[in-house]
């Protein structure tokens, strides 16, 4: 696939799923811009990918994506630096395991927050520069949670099915335009947020974790988790040329586990 | 090339939308095994296929809803290329079936082809595959199996049982590494497509150019589906980096579905 003269942006691309997209755009030519709040991830991403292929095709740049100032600022720095946007991959987000009763708000909100406001805020400027009928694309990343509930994580499934809402109501709205909108749903990805979500209901159930990673992948029907380049594949296909007919869908990439 | 020496069989490959995909996975390396019950197609795409030396496809002639013929398409495939990594269930017929018709025979052909022809196909491709070696079962269904049109009682209900058959047959193999999925394909630049939409205009009395051009308009693309896209679309789904999708619907419908 060629995506020489594409511009991306990946949030959260620093870290597992978000850094494995990153590698394959970077890898077919495109240039990505990379956010979140950690600039140490960013730029030791950047640089790892960078010196892969050889080329500066990665430009960390640090930002609340929950802040819509600093939202608006960096898809300025990408106009400023490239000129143009093709790809927005709303990949950054925050799980955790907050029970209803127990659970503080802050941790409510936070999830929420960057779940949904981020994805929010970065959409509405991407939209505002991207070209109409220039292969212009939105994935956001969801979750298999935004298909079903998981006990005690009432805010992550509430906020995943709500990216999965949004992408199929702002695909319709921007159709015309030529841009498509979908969602992808990985279920279990090796990444750490996973092992944190592992070692967090472990404990809540009161069972050692690698025993509860166990019964978790005895769960899906093809017996492993997935790893964050298979998620970065079908990202892949969506950003094609050919993929500009699949619009407002929520595709999950997950063994098996959610139909 | 990522389906370099994979052997794939298409059913219903002389025209429409199978024949695209077989030209797809053609140019992605693929083997490709087409069959179809009617002649004059399959030696309208014989004739096709070698003018670019590229593609190269094994043709059958074959009624899928005839178990013996079933056997001669995968014995063909055998005898020729050894072995059977792929089946595209694409072979299928629709139209309209008033319940208050008094001939029962669109039923009875729409729910023979579409289900106990996809049903002989994949029994028999999934005895001659190997287990562990990224086999690929992809149904050809429609937006019409997940929702629904006045009149099409007979399609619809077979195209909704494609569903309930991807996904339970999707854990049944998911060991196997054998991933199963579904393609529902909204409105698709075919013949097929268009003797449908006359036929709803007939239905509606309405004049047939009117009624497709609302139809069309009512796409949010605004155009039909270019049966190349669907192709496409397969190729992900049949190639090793699409392992971990299975038992998924996924909807190429330029919008007319959503979530």
Not at chain 1, 121 to 140: Q, T, W
Not at chain 2, 214 to 221: D, E, R, T, Y
Request: glycine share 10%; with cysteine.
């Amino acid at each position: 696939m060629d995506l020489k003269d594409k511009i991306s942006i990946v949030t959260g691309g620093g870290t597992g799923i978000g850094k494995a997209i990153t590698e394959k755009l970077a890898r077919e030519g495109s240039r990505v811009m990379i956010c979140s709040r950690n600039l140490e991830h960013l730029e030791k991403t950047a640089r790892d990918i960078n010196d892969q292929v050889g080329e500066e095709k990665v430009f960390p740049l640090q930002a609340d994506i929950n802040n819509k100032e600093d939202v608006e600022k960096s898809v300025e720095e990408v106009i400023k630096k490239w000129g143009d946007l093709h790809i927005l991959v709303n990949n950054a987000g925050k799980s955790g395991r907050v029970p209803l009763l127990g659970g503080k708000d802050e941790e409510w909100l936070d999830i929420l927050d960057t779940n949904l406001n981020g994805m929010y805020f970065f959409s509405k400027a991407a939209l505002r520069v991207m070209k109409d009928n220039a292969g212009g694309r939105i994935i956001n990343i969801s979750s298999v949670l935004g298909k079903f509930g998981v006990s005690g994580y009432t805010a992550y499934s509430a906020s995943k099915h709500g990216v999965i809402g949004f992408s199929s109501a702002l695909a319709l709205e921007v159709a015309p335009r030529g841009i498509t909108v979908n969602s992808i749903c990985p279920g279990w990805v090796e990444t750490q947020m996973a092992e944190k979500g592992i070692n967090e209901t472990a404990t809540a159930l009161g069972m050692n974790p690698e025993e509860f990673k166990k019964t978790q992948i005895s769960e899906i029907p093809i017996k492993r988790f997935i790893n964050p380049e298979e998620v970065a594949d079908l990202v892949l296909f969506l950003v094609g040329e050919d993929a500009r007919a699949i619009t407002g869908q929520a595709i999950s990439i997950c063994g098996g586990v959610t139909q | 090339m990522v389906l370099k020496d994979k052997v794939i069989i298409v059913t219903g490959g002389g025209r429409g939308i199978g024949k695209y995909i077989a030209r797809r996975m053609c140019e992605q390396g693929a083997k490709v095994v087409i069959c179809s019950r009617n002649e004059r197609n399959l030696e309208k795409t014989r004739k096709d296929f070698e003018k670019q030396s590229n593609l190269e496809a094994l043709i059958v002639r074959a009624d899928i809803t005839l178990k013996d013929q079933v056997k001669t398409v995968i014995d063909k495939t055998l005898e020729k290329w050894g072995k059977i990594d792929g089946l595209v269930n694409n072979a299928g017929t629709g139209g309209m079936n008033p319940i208050t018709w008094a001939d029962d025979g669109q039923w009875f052909a729409i729910l023979e082809t579409n289900l106990h022809g996809l049903y002989f196909m994949t029994k028999a491709v999934l005895g001659a595959m190997k287990k562990g070696e990224n086999g690929r079962i992809i149904n050809i269904a429609s937006h019409l199996s997940k929702t629904s049109f006045p009149c099409y009682t007979a399609y619809c209900t077979a195209e909704h049982a494609i569903l309930g058959f991807t996904r339970s047959l999707a854990k049944e193999v998911a060991k196997d590494g054998i991933t199963v999925n579904a393609i529902c394909a909204g409105l698709i630049d075919t013949d097929f497509a268009k003797k449908r939409t006359h036929e709803m205009a007939d239905q509606l009395g309405l004049p047939q150019r009117d009624y497709t051009q609302n139809v069309i308009n009512a796409v949010p693309i605004k155009r039909l589906i270019d049966p190349l896209e669907v192709g496409s679309l397969a190729v992900y789904l049949a190639s090793d980096q699409a392992q971990a999708v299975t038992g998924q619907a996924i909807d190429i419908n330029g919008g007319i579905l959503v979530p």
